[in-house]
């Protein structure tokens, strides 16, 4: 039976093979406590409670192997999945395809292993002094009693915080309906002018071209040079897009589609692509857009507001250009056609035309049977005048007798008589009505002249007034000194009261 030696060191245990001459292990056991002479614990096998006691009781002894798996039952049991970042060093890729490395900081390091079925995932290998980001289990290997992360997926670090930016701002496009299907456009089916958003020295732009030469040589091809990584990449991706529709609204350059795109790369380096303002300019285009962006497995913001998505720039260029053997074929196919139909159409014509033939008769003959025609319709036609005349000749000197009969001028001189006579007598009735009015003028003018007190005034008398204007008739009405007019026959005085006389009653 083997023993073992348990060692303290600070709050942890280590725990060794005595017999074997091992060095001690470094397994951190949470699970036990030690109270003065008592280490308890449990088994995570057996499930039962072990103790230490010290009371005549032999101790129960564990073997390195039950202690380093309790250990790793704990902390597997406690630990759920977790990220952990740091800086991958001492990196091991044995013939197995395991890979092994540590992870560590400015302070501490453990171990880390990520098996062939996980890592055979990953589109990239990380090397040493990268700084990633793990999703892992916490574990311990037993058989060195070594804590370590059992790694589910490894990311270098920038990669998790650009998939957390394009995650919110998909998010964020896809609530404001750049990725509506409503919007998208259908891409043109005789493309002639094709504009390629790229860089000019890129693989793209010669898997593009490569193909349009091979299977549409007549489409003409406008490049837009841009960056497609780096700083500025995105800013100059959106301004070509721009510029694209602006010649496009000017008459400048007429095209037909646009190609947004570049070859493979890591995140980073298709990030341009996943930049707001190229998302927006390709929503603004009026033009319809194809993004080409990366290989198959590459996805990126601008192929959710392109109107087309193209899994490579060999595929767009495929996607917007025919195949011109199938252009050949179907030519020939369209060429069988209208011969065909040019035969059968010359052929009917030749018939029609022998009918026509058969039926067609001299002109001199039918010029004869028309002149004819012509004659006897003149014939007609001065015999219908004739007898039209004659019928309203009549119809107008019946008309001329039955107005003779009812003409009314005998009735206008006899009303000019009578008129003639009224006329006199009004003016006899108006002179004596005119004369009896003027001789009761006269009278009425007497009577007015001896009425008026402008008579009286000619006579020696006067119109006494106040200082107001009212006519005075009564002493009483004015006092000594007060100011009064009199009104004579040849104009006015002003006069003082000097002395009110009232008439004795």
Not at 340 to 356: F, N, S
Not at 442 to 464: F, H, M, N
Request: proline share 4%; aromatic share 4%; hydrophobic share 40%.
């Amino acid at each position: 039976m083997k023993s073992h030696v348990c060692r303290q060191v600070g709050g942890c245990f280590s725990v060794g093979d005595a017999a074997a001459g091992a060095a001690p292990g470094h397994a951190r056991v949470t699970g036990m406590q030690y109270t003065g002479a008592l280490y308890t614990g449990r088994n995570a096998e057996e499930g039962e409670v072990l103790s230490n006691v010290a009371a005549g009781e032999p101790p129960r002894v564990l073997t390195v192997s039950q202690l380093n798996r309790q250990v790793k039952s704990l902390l597997e049991s406690h630990f759920d999945f977790l990220w952990v970042g740091g800086e991958i060093s001492n990196l091991a890729r044995p013939s197995s395809g395991h890979w092994y490395f540590t992870l560590k900081d400015g302070g501490a390091q453990v171990r880390c292993a990520m098996f062939r079925n996980r890592n055979q995932r990953l589109r990239f290998t990380p090397d040493q002094g990268d700084e990633v980001r793990l999703r892992c289990r916490v574990s311990l290997y037993e058989g060195r009693g070594e804590f370590q992360l059992i790694v589910e997926h490894l990311e270098l670090a920038g990669a998790g915080a650009l998939q957390a930016a394009f995650d919110k701002l998909k998010a964020k496009l896809q609530a404001e309906g750049l990725f509506d299907p409503a919007h998208k456009r259908a891409l043109p089916a005789d493309i002639r002018r094709l504009g390629v958003v790229t860089s000019p020295s890129g693989a793209a732009i010669h898997d593009i071209l490569t193909v349009l030469r091979r299977r549409c040589p007549a489409i003409a091809v406008s490049i837009l040079p841009v960056a497609v990584q780096g700083e500025g990449a995105a800013q100059q991706i959106a301004a070509a897009i721009d510029c694209a529709n602006r010649w496009q609204r000017e008459g400048k350059v007429q095209l037909d589609a646009l190609i947004v795109g570049r070859g493979g790369g890591s995140l980073e380096d298709l990030w341009a692509f996943n930049e707001e303002v190229v998302a927006r300019a390709i929503y603004a285009s009026e033009l319809p857009v194809v993004s080409a962006v990366g290989h198959e497995i590459d996805f990126s913001i601008a192929d959710l507001v392109a109107d087309q998505r193209a899994p490579t720039p060999s595929a767009a260029a495929e996607l917007l250009s025919p195949d011109q053997a199938a252009w050949a074929a179907r030519l020939q196919d369209l060429q069988r056609d209208l011969a065909g139909l040019t035969l059968g159409h010359l052929a009917r014509a030749a018939t029609e035309l022998r009918h026509l033939r058969q039926r067609l008769r001299h002109p001199g003959s039918r010029l004869r049977e028309q002149a004819q025609r012509v004659d006897e319709l003149e014939q007609r036609l001065l015999r219908a005048q004739r007898h039209q005349l004659e019928r309203r000749a009549a119809g107008l000197r019946l008309l001329q007798s039955r107005l003779a009969a009812g003409s009314p001028l005998p009735r206008v001189r006899r009303l000019q008589e009578t008129l003639g006579r009224q006329d006199k007598a009004l003016r006899e009735s108006m002179q004596r009505r005119l004369d009896a009015a003027g001789d009761r003028l006269g009278l009425l003018a007497q009577l007015l002249d001896s009425l008026s007190p402008l008579g009286a005034l000619q006579r020696g008398y006067a119109i006494v007034t106040d200082s107001r204007g009212a006519v005075l008739t009564d002493p009483a009405a004015v006092a000594v000194g007060d100011e009064v007019e009199a009104r004579l026959a040849g104009g006015r005085l002003g006069l003082q009261v000097q002395r009110v006389e009232p008439e004795a009653d």
